[in-house]
């Protein structure tokens, strides 16, 4: 597969295939770069950051993320989750707002406080 | 008059706040105000919930509002005074701040010292002068960001974004998970202004289509737009090429095309304006023309990382706490200047007289491999570094050594 490097400015477009049954990294210019391609080649993980729905809050949103990065295959289903999630204020950083998003093992919490209203 | 305060800090964003804070360390007794003209305090963070803030100031990823409330936190046990609702409406040279306030009306305030840090805006639709009709649905990607985030409406289904800035790559995602349908992400320009992440992990990874070097060049729609035209340019010249028109149909398009420091104030106070970063002349402690007066964060150049903002402030509020309890920099005022390839570099001065370690910032005009960076003092090398790329989109900084420093320095790129 072919990508384009994010470790840094330089963007390197790096090329992952297999040799012999062995991952092999070509295009790369650092070790870091590596690193990252060989990651993103066997599972590309991403923090999910979204909004959900607060009821007696200042806003109508609080602003969430899981609390470590998880599979890009897996966010489209979190955030299917995350749409039919309704929080009561207050809600502090840090909160737990979904336990275990889709199965990750990772938890969604809240990057906000919102005061009751 | 009725307020009196020792430093005044004009706006209570990311670098309003850094700047409170750090005058309150560097004077414990100083009496500070911080004026912010929204509900709430923290600025534009509040609506940048995408993660990737924080990791040189604090060490670890953080989201916008995360990042501003490390901040808010520290304010009230730094006995910061803080007045929200509260829209400033000009300031004069013997440090008089004149401002509206919801709680108390009109309102004069005696400043020792103020601190600028009102930010930036967003260039808009009239700044580019796009042909058509003018139908609801066209945005600035940050007032959709406000109005996704904060206020809870999706702007649009189907969206075109014009600008590759990294508000409008962020906004590209944002949107592509609420649901839209991103069609295009049109750049004028043969490279992005934006990070290879936001462009890797916002595009890409959504299948949404970047194009470079071409520009939307008609709105369609009279209620609502219906489609926008989009141009391939010639890279040499930026105008449209004739014959290379594609329609895309759309009710949305978002515009994410440069950001412009926010400074009626300032030029309303006579402060001297540096024509390339539209912002004022400062020196190393960032003290504009008008002696008290300091400047920091967007509103004195535009920043890519909100964590260079906190560092710049930082100084900012250093110094005007010293100013407003009596400690006067001065010495001999030494000019910084930019040349073949930097397009500026900040602070603009220099005032001599300090032995330790000077940051200056700097951004160069195009894209360049393999550049070596120099900076010259009349015949003197005091500085040469190679790199392996540099872009305008990335803020660039080194470390001179002050004592070095015995006249006027050029900053330039030997290419």
Redesign the interface.
Known sequence: ME????VC???CRITVEKVDGRLHVSGN?CKRGEKYALQESVCPM??L???V?VRGGE???C?V?TREAIP?AM?EEA?GVVKGVCVDAPVK?GDVVVKNIAGTGVDLVA???RERR | MEYRYDIVIIGGGPAGLAAALSARETAPEAKILMLERDKKLGGILQQCIHNGFGLHYFGQELTGPEYAQRFIDQLEAAKIEVWTDTMVLDFSSEKVVDCVCAARGYVQVQAGAIVLAMGCRERTRGALSIPGTRPAGIYTAGCAQRLNNIEGYLPGKKVVILGSGDIGLIMARRMTWEGAQVKLVAEIMPYSSGLNRNIVQCLVDNDIPLKFNHTVTAVHGQERVTGVTVSEVDPATRRPIAGTEEFYECDTLLLSVGLIPENELTRGAGVEMDRITNGAVVDQFRQTSMEGVFACGNVLHVHDLVDNVSNESAIAGAAAARYAMGQKAAGQVYAVKAENGVRYALPQRIVAGDAGKLDVYFRVDAAYRNPSVQVLCGDKVLYSRKKQIMTPGEMEKMTLDQGLITGDITVRLDK
């Open positions: 990508l384009t490097c994010i400015p330089m963007g210019t991403r923090t950051t979204t909004l729905r806003g109508p949103l602003p993320k890009k966010l955030l950083i990057t906000a406080n």
